[in-house]
């Protein structure tokens, strides 16, 4: 058995996530751990919050909080929604808790003990009207790269370069929106990255082909420009103070010690149960671990680049990342979500609307995989309404109504699998032979292609064997052909589980099954689970697994969300 380590980018406290978020790294990373654990692997699937920095000394000051308290809240936000949207996370942790702390410590401890920890004198952004050091994301103006006018100090997420505060042209503070700055003179302590180059670049050849092009070709870039030193410390009280005498008043930047954050969180998942598990089995010194990683293209640099460098020079042999899924945008009908200007659906609304497994097909199948996508009610709507009612919940709804008010509420015994059904079995198992192929390369958009046209095989198959026909003249053959249907439904539930995990219960349980029934995706036989249920079996016919969306309800979503502009 394989071990099999899921992590995805850490949400900022600040906020709520919009769809974007969700399909762009939380939402594969769960999919794909529901998907690795069907097939038999041992998975240790973790997130959290990523909780120090300005951004959340801001947030609470607006909000007239403390910060501790106010990272408490969203904390709680956050776990909740992604609870609703049947994230299963093995555990949701904090980047701000003393695991983290005291793992930060000890690679900081290492990198400057290496030589790979510099002391400088830099110039930084000082906003007399707010009083404060305006620390990256704090500071907006034009990006001096590509002109994008609201690029933030850290990174322009227009064209991806990572930026320097002073880099900026017309510089505003994020806080106030003064244009009152100074720029003054701080000590800070600085991450030597050329000085880690060669050994990091010759790890990530090493990743060519197993990285997808969004990945690959960023970091890649990176290189080619030449690395460049990266501050670690920041003038903010909130994060962990440096532990370096003389830097006491400064603390970590939050880039340094959030990704450190994965291995803090899984310290707090162990901690649980102590003696019972043990976050060095998956982190350190750790033998036959896979460590999977999902992360939006603004995020892939720090991930590609920044922490792998960290933990190499920390000269101890941590658990590095093996593929890293990098994900494009996905934006509201071409523009962008913003919450501030009421315009796009974010997650904790969008559970209010539909249930979970709406979004999550859809998101799946429109995942922003190779470009970026867009998210317009239409496109939706027309998703659902045709993939989920019109395919796969009329196929369920039909076959067993039909059984019930034909034969009876069991599966009916008599007559025998023909040449149909083997041609049927055939085109099932290449294609859910393509769609675990699929689902192991992580091409999401593609592997839900192909679980459409399983569902849509199914259609097809009772279309032309037409039992309610057949039943005037030979009931043996028709309750033959309602028996086969009702083991595909059981078929559909188990290949649609990794997307749809209540919709795949709820067909599970009309046939008085339960998800632990569910067989393993390793060596899936269509020839051995198409005849798995055995006649007597008895199923209930259960309410429509999905609700239409009608016209009216459309323009009513339009009007309440927002338009793009």
């Known amino acids: 058995m394989s071990k099999i380590l899921v992590t995805s980018a850490l949400p900022y406290i600040n906020g709520v996530p919009h769809l974007g978020h969700m399909v762009g790294c939380l939402l594969p990373s769960d999919i794909y751990a529901r998907y690795m654990r069907m097939k038999g692997c041992e998975v240790l699937y973790i997130a959290g919050t990523d909780e120090h920095g300005t951004t959340s ?4 000051l607006k909000e007239g909080m403390d910060v501790q308290a106010y990272c408490d809240m969203y904390h709680e936000r956050h776990a909740r929604t992604y609870k609703d949207f049947n994230l299963s996370f093995d555990f949701f942790g904090r980047t701000s808790s003393e695991q983290n702390r005291e793992i930060t410590y000890h690679i900081f401890e290492q990198l400057d003990k290496n030589g790979f920890i510099e002391e400088r004198t830099v110039k930084q952004v000082y906003s007399v009207d707010d009083q404060m050091f305006l620390a990256d994301r704090y500071i907006t103006g034009t990006c001096p790269y590509c002109g994008y006018e609201k690029a933030r100090g850290d990174q322009c997420e227009n064209c991806t370069k990572v930026l320097e505060p002073t880099d900026l042209i017309n510089p505003r503070s994020s806080v106030s929106g003064s244009t009152n700055l100074e720029v003054r003179e701080t000590r800070h302590l600085f991450l030597n990255l050329p000085k880690l180059e060669q050994r990091l670049a010759q790890w990530i050849r090493t990743k060519e082909p197993f990285w997808p092009d969004v990945a690959y070709t960023i970091a890649q870039k990176w290189l080619k420009e030449g690395l460049q030193e990266r501050c670690i410390t920041r003038d903010l009280k909130w994060g962990f103070p440096v532990n ?11 880039w340094f010690d959030a990704p450190i954050g994965y291995i803090g969180i899984t310290k707090q998942w162990a901690d649980e149960k102590p003696g ?3 976050w060095k089995d998956w982190w350190l010194d750790a033998a036959g671990v896979r460590h999977v990683e999902f992360m939006g293209k603004d995020n892939v640099p720090y991930h590609s680049i920044t922490f792998p460098a960290t933990l190499l020079g920390t000269g101890e042999n941590w658990t590095q990342v093996d593929y890293l899924k990098g ?7 071409g523009g962008k979500f913003s919450k501030s200007e009421k315009r796009g659906i974010f997650a904790e609304d969008a559970i209010k609307e ?3 497994d709406y979004w999550r097909y859809w998101l799946m199948s429109n995942a922003p995989e190779g470009s970026d996508a867009s998210f317009s009610f239409d496109l ?6 045709k993939d989920l009612n ?3 919940g009329n196929f369920v709804s039909r076959v067993l109504k039909m059984t019930s008010s034909k034969i009876g509420d069991a599966i009916p015994s008599g007559g025998e699998m023909t040449a149909a059904e083997s041609e049927l079995t055939a085109v099932l198992q290449a294609r859910v032979n393509d769609y675990l192929k699929y689902m192991d390369e992580m091409e999401f958009r593609k592997a839900m292609n192909e679980l459409r046209a399983i569902w849509v095989e199914g259609n097809n198959y009772i279309s032309a064997a037409e039992p309610w026909a057949v039943i005037k003249t030979d009931e043996a053959r028709a309750a033959a052909i309602l028996r086969t249907c009702i083991n595909l439904i059981r078929i559909f539930a188990v290949l649609s589980a990794p997307v749809m995990p209540t919709v795949s219960a709820a067909m599970l349980e009309r046939l008085g099954l339960k998800p632990e029934d569910m067989p393993l995706l390793d060596n899936f036989d269509v ?3 198409i005849a798995a249920l055995q006649p007597g079996r008895p199923f209930v016919v259960g309410e429509p697994l999905f609700e239409r969306i009608a016209p009216e309800r459309i323009e009513e979503l339009k009007q309440k969300y927002g338009s793009a502009k």
Do not use: H
């Open 57 to 60: 000394e801001v947030g609470a």
């Open 244 to 254: 370096k005498p003389g830097f006491e008043d400064k603390v970590f930047y939050v």
């Open 276 to 278: 019972e598990r043990n």
């Open 327 to 333: 994900m494009s945008y996905l934006t509201y009908e």
């Open 354 to 356: 539909f249930p979970a």
């Open 380 to 385: 939706f709507a027309a998703v659902v309404n």
């Open 390 to 392: 019109g395919v796969l």
């Open 527 to 529: 020839s051995r689970e």
